[in-house]
């Protein structure tokens, strides 16, 4: 199996960081994002209008809530860009 690095860029970094305040599980979340993606970097869906950039959804994990993952990725990397909580669907 073919595994591909991780790059978290200045700002996914700086997002992650400021969600470790309000959940600290969120580590555990970042390495199944991690592992998820270096596995199957096209776990995500396209990006409407530029879809060289993925969107991969998170699964809830104990007091997480879901979060949208904005990635690209190449032959070596992904390269996770931004992180956010998905908005709840009403």
């Known amino acids: 199996m ?4 991780v790059v ?4 996914y970094s700086q997002d ?4 470790r305040e309000q959940y600290p599980q969120i580590d555990e979340v970042q ?3 991690s592992w998820e993606l270096s596995r199957i970097p096209r776990a995500g869906e ?3 209008g530029a879809p060289d950039f ?4 998170t699964a809830p994990f104990e007091d997480v809530p879901t979060f949208l ?6 032959e070596e ?3 996770l860009r931004s992180i956010a909580q998905k908005p709840k669907q009403s």
Do not use: M, S
């Not at 073919?2 to 690095?5: A, D, E, H, S």
């Not at 993925?54 to 959804?57: L, V």
């Not at 993952?69 to 190449?74: A, N, R, S």
């Open 16 to 19: 992650l960081d400021n969600l």
């Open 46 to 48: 396209p990006l409407e």
């Open 54 to 57: 993925r969107f991969f959804t």
């Open 31 to 33: 390495r199944r994002i």
């Open 69 to 74: 993952i904005l990635y690209d990725f190449d």
């Open 2 to 5: 073919y595994l591909r690095g």
């Open 77 to 79: 990397n992904v390269y």
């Open 8 to 11: 978290e860029e200045p700002r």
